[in-house]
């Protein structure tokens, strides 16, 4: 295993300004069509490029037996033009071969039937067979790429866990006994922190463990909790053992692309970030939900907070539709390079694509591609143009750090805990709360900060947390310090409920903060879909109400109806001294009444809001401590005017006063002084 580097020791991704690219796959093209890709590439300004992603079949086409050429002549090609390359250790989807000659390393899923080959990553987890061939695969493109001159990056299989992560073959039981036995030590550790007295489900003895397949009631939630863990955990170590054998013939920096995205929740990215030289990330905007604009904002931002506010790279997103959506749709004129620059803006320093030209064939060829089928004489290859064009010119913003006064606390281990299969209520799920939080602070134009619970809040005016419902001890103690040196909270219903073990804390919710509130709820009281509840100010709300005492706290609105009617709906302990005040909401606002509470609270927090911004007008502030970047993303059908003084970067003009941004437009400014 692979020791995990500090921080300062790590390679760091150095690029000249900010990267363009994208995915390439060679093999599903014909040699001659390679030399007008890297011709078309470098009109459209591509400069970093991601092979060998899926290549494990056309390098290795037996057992033993590896094939460079096509990969060597692609790379020189690549390198011929200028044209840095993002090496894939191939390793994502094992070839027919392998998978004939060693069944056992197919996933099995939590019916107990085993997925077959024919899509992608087939593959368990913890399969050491499994992981031998993908080491020995990743060894051999190390030691022959390691000192290319082309190499910019190491990219580690691709998006692992995106759909194999949770295995429950006979392999993966036996390595999720192994590691309960690390994690508990015992056996009666684990039966404590399963709470297996309930239902008749004590153990006595580790091979009595499965992991939680299906079964005719609900799962112990404990159990489930473990395996997500343990899933989490198995595919970073998948991950380290690709890392080492590149490291032993490169000292290049070495990622995989994350995943922060809405519908994918496998993966503790808190755990796996330190072990990154550099995060990337892969996002697609997802038309399932309300607010596919707000989440793009609020998965840039965690992934920036993955990267402990550094600048990571976009390692892929789309130029126009995808491909797995029930409707897939194009996007509008002008909107890949908002989507592109509103990633820039929050922190990305690579914008990159899946994929550089659209296939002619399999699963992805109605995917779009910086290429698509239509040819060059296209509006989208005219907009890639432009958006290389315009990538160029923000090259002196790479390395830049964001500035944000709100830290919003998000988790894994509670979203898996807390979307468990049963719980109060089914009409709500943990991301519904976080993007409703995320999404009024948006829509007040807030810059935020997404970070781990316990992570360091020194310097925030309001730290949010909405919904968290599994916290350990340490981690809420974190939250009760940044509030007594003075940042404001607000909580929302559903934290603080239970500790890392998904064990209630008794005497009130929510055991964890209390004090920290000066509140008390008796009694969860949610109501069926379609209700509406009804506060006193007038504010409308749906989903939940609760049976809460203001202890310690000032009311600050009451339910007018409902199952917890003339109860504090919403709250505010008062600091008094140096603290901050603790606000505390019941209920889940409908979004205009939700905007007015959190302009409230950011009001009396004292956090910054950017004039003119809010949901249809985002504008993001970065700096490297002496310059500052304004990135003005204008969504609306109306030209809007910002007050600005210095160089704006994408139509290269000085400003001096008004700035005119048209519909729909994207504009930098470098400001003549620090604002
Ligand atoms: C990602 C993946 C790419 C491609 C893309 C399509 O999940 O890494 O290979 O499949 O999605 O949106």
């Given at each position: 295993?692979a020791?995990?580097?500090l921080?300062?020791?790590r390679?760091?991704?150095?690029?000249?300004?900010?990267?363009?690219?994208?995915?390439?796959?060679?093999?599903?093209w014909?040699?001659?069509?390679?030399?007008e890709d890297?011709?078309?590439?470098?009109?459209?300004?591509?400069?970093?490029?991601?092979v060998?992603?899926?290549?494990?079949?056309?390098?290795?086409a037996?057992?033993g037996?590896?094939d460079?050429?096509?990969?060597?002549?692609?790379?020189?090609?690549?390198?011929?033009?200028?044209i840095?390359?993002?090496l894939?250790?191939?390793?994502s989807?094992?070839?027919?071969?392998?998978?004939?000659?060693?069944?056992?390393?197919?996933p099995?899923?939590?019916?107990?039937?085993?997925?077959?080959?024919?899509?992608?990553?087939?593959?368990?987890?913890?399969?050491?067979?499994?992981?031998?061939?993908?080491?020995?695969?990743?060894?051999?493109?190390?030691q022959?790429?390691?000192?290319?001159?082309?190499i910019?990056l190491?990219?580690?299989?691709?998006?692992?866990?995106?759909?194999?992560?949770?295995?429950?073959?006979?392999?993966?039981?036996?390595?999720?006994?192994?590691?309960?036995?690390?994690?508990?030590g015992?056996?009666?550790?684990?039966?404590?922190?399963?709470?297996?007295?309930?239902?008749?489900q004590?153990?006595?003895d580790w091979?009595?463990?499965?992991?939680?397949?299906?079964?005719l009631?609900?799962r112990?939630?404990?159990q489930?909790?473990?395996?997500?863990?343990?899933?989490s955990d198995?595919?970073?170590?998948?991950?380290?053992?690709?890392?080492?054998?590149?490291?032993r013939?490169s000292?290049?920096?070495?990622?995989?692309?994350?995943?922060?995205?809405?519908h994918?929740?496998?993966l503790?990215?808190?755990?796996?970030?330190?072990?990154?030289?550099?995060?990337?990330?892969?996002?697609?905007?997802?038309?399932?939900?309300?607010?596919p604009?707000?989440?793009?904002?609020?998965?840039?931002?965690?992934?920036?907070?993955?990267?402990?506010?550094?600048?990571?790279?976009?390692?892929?997103?789309?130029?126009?539709?995808?491909?797995?959506?029930?409707?897939?749709?194009?996007?509008?004129?002008?909107?890949l390079?908002?989507?592109?620059?509103?990633?820039?803006?929050r922190?990305?320093?690579?914008v990159?694509?899946?994929?550089w030209r659209?296939?002619?064939?399999g699963?992805?060829k109605?995917?779009?591609?910086?290429?698509?089928?239509?040819?060059?004489d296209?509006d989208?290859?005219?907009e890639?143009?432009?958006?290389?064009r315009i990538?160029?010119?923000?090259?002196?913003?790479?390395?830049?750090?964001v500035q944000?006064?709100?830290?919003?606390?998000f988790?894994?281990?509670a979203?898996?805990?807390?979307?468990?299969e049963?719980?109060?209520?089914?009409?709500?799920e943990?991301?519904?709360?976080?993007?409703?939080?995320?999404g009024?602070?948006?829509d007040?134009?807030?810059?935020?900060?997404?970070?781990?619970?316990?992570?360091?809040?020194?310097?925030y005016?309001?730290v949010?947390?909405?919904?968290?419902?599994?916290v350990?001890?340490?981690?809420?103690?974190?939250?009760?310090?940044?509030?007594?040196?003075?940042?404001?909270?607000?909580?929302?219903?559903?934290?603080?409920?239970?500790?890392?073990?998904?064990?209630?804390?008794?005497g009130?919710?929510?055991?964890?903060?209390?004090?920290?509130?000066?509140i008390?709820?008796?009694?969860f009281?949610?109501?069926?879909?379609?209700?509406?509840?009804?506060?006193?100010?007038?504010?409308?709300?749906t989903?939940?109400a609760e049976?809460?005492?203001?202890?310690?706290?000032?009311?600050?609105?009451?339910?007018?109806?409902?199952?917890?009617?003339r109860?504090?709906?919403?709250?505010?302990r008062?600091?008094?001294?140096?603290?901050?005040?603790?606000?505390?909401?019941?209920?889940?606002?409908?979004?205009a009444?939700?905007r007015?509470l959190?302009?409230?609270?950011?009001?009396?927090?004292?956090?910054?809001?950017?004039?003119?911004?809010?949901?249809?007008v985002?504008?993001?502030?970065?700096?490297?401590g002496?310059?500052?970047?304004?990135?003005?993303?204008n969504?609306?059908?109306?030209?809007?005017?910002?007050?600005?003084?210095?160089t704006?970067?994408v139509?290269?003009?000085?400003?001096?006063?008004?700035?005119a941004?048209?519909?729909?437009?994207?504009?930098v400014?470098?400001e003549?002084?620090?604002?």
């Amino acid at each position: 295993m692979a020791e995990t580097a500090l921080a300062s020791e790590r390679p760091r991704f150095e690029h000249q300004g900010i990267a363009f690219g994208c995915d390439y796959n060679p093999e599903q093209w014909d040699p001659a069509v390679w030399r007008e890709d890297v011709r078309l590439m470098q009109q459209a300004g591509v400069d970093l490029v991601a092979v060998n992603i899926f290549g494990w079949a056309a390098l290795q086409a037996a057992d033993g037996s590896f094939d460079f050429t096509a990969l060597d002549e692609v790379i020189e090609l690549l390198h011929n033009a200028g044209i840095r390359v993002n090496l894939g250790t191939g390793t994502s989807s094992p070839p027919p071969w392998l998978t004939t000659r060693h069944p056992e390393v197919l996933p099995v899923v939590e019916d107990g039937t085993t997925r077959f080959p024919g899509g992608r990553q087939a593959w368990c987890p913890s399969s050491p067979v499994f992981r031998r061939y993908a080491v020995d695969l990743a060894e051999a493109v190390a030691q022959r790429y390691g000192r290319h001159p082309a190499i910019a990056l190491w990219h580690v299989s691709n998006e692992l866990g995106c759909h194999n992560a949770l295995c429950h073959c006979e392999e993966s039981t036996r390595a999720f006994r192994r590691w309960l036995r690390a994690r508990h030590g015992s056996i009666d550790e684990l039966n404590r922190a399963w709470g297996t007295s309930f239902w008749s489900q004590r153990y006595s003895d580790w091979d009595e463990i499965l992991t939680p397949k299906l079964t005719l009631s609900s799962r112990n939630p404990g159990q489930l909790l473990d395996f997500h863990r343990f899933s989490s955990d198995e595919l970073l170590a998948h991950y380290r053992a690709e890392a080492a054998a590149i490291r032993r013939h490169s000292a290049l920096p070495i990622t995989t692309n994350f995943m922060v995205t809405a519908h994918i929740r496998d993966l503790d990215y808190w755990a796996w970030a330190p072990e990154m030289d550099v995060i990337a990330n892969d996002h697609y905007l997802d038309h399932r939900l309300g607010e596919p604009r707000a989440e793009l904002a609020f998965a840039a931002d965690l992934t920036r907070g993955l990267a402990g506010g550094d600048p990571w790279l976009l390692m892929e997103h789309s130029t126009g539709a995808v491909n797995w959506q029930p409707v897939n749709l194009a996007k509008e004129p002008g909107q890949l390079l908002r989507n592109s620059l509103t990633h820039v803006a929050r922190g990305a320093d690579a914008v990159c694509f899946f994929q550089w030209r659209a296939s002619l064939q399999g699963s992805e060829k109605f995917h779009s591609a910086l290429l698509p089928h239509a040819g060059t004489d296209s509006d989208l290859w005219r907009e890639v143009l432009e958006l290389g064009r315009i990538v160029g010119a923000l090259d002196e913003v790479a390395g830049a750090r964001v500035q944000a006064d709100v830290a919003l606390l998000f988790s894994w281990e509670a979203w898996w805990a807390s979307d468990a299969e049963n719980r109060p209520t089914h009409a709500l799920e943990y991301l519904d709360q976080v993007h409703a939080l995320y999404g009024a602070l948006h829509d007040l134009g807030v810059t935020v900060d997404v970070v781990r619970p316990g992570a360091d809040l020194t310097g925030y005016r309001l730290v949010v947390t909405p919904g968290l419902y599994l916290v350990s001890d340490a981690d809420a103690a974190a939250l009760d310090e940044a509030v007594a040196a003075g940042a404001h909270a607000l909580v929302t219903f559903y934290s603080g409920i239970v500790d890392e073990q998904d064990r209630v804390r008794p005497g009130g919710y929510p055991g964890a903060w209390r004090e920290l509130l000066g509140i008390r709820v008796q009694e969860f009281a949610p109501v069926l879909p379609g209700t509406r509840i009804a506060l006193e100010s007038g504010a409308g709300a749906t989903v939940w109400a609760e049976r809460l005492e203001a202890t310690e706290a000032e009311v600050v609105d009451r339910f007018a109806d409902g199952p917890a009617a003339r109860r504090p709906a919403v709250t505010r302990r008062a600091g008094g001294g140096s603290a901050g005040d603790a606000w505390y909401l019941a209920t889940l606002l409908d979004r205009a009444a939700l905007r007015d509470l959190v302009r409230r609270v950011v009001t009396a927090a004292g956090v910054r809001r950017e004039p003119g911004a809010g949901a249809e007008v985002e504008i993001i502030r970065r700096t490297d401590g002496e310059t500052v970047w304004r990135f003005i993303v204008n969504h609306s059908a109306e030209a809007i005017d910002v007050d600005a003084h210095g160089t704006e970067l994408v139509t290269g003009s000085t400003v001096e006063g008004l700035l005119a941004v048209p519909a729909g437009a994207v504009r930098v400014i470098r400001e003549e002084r620090a604002a």
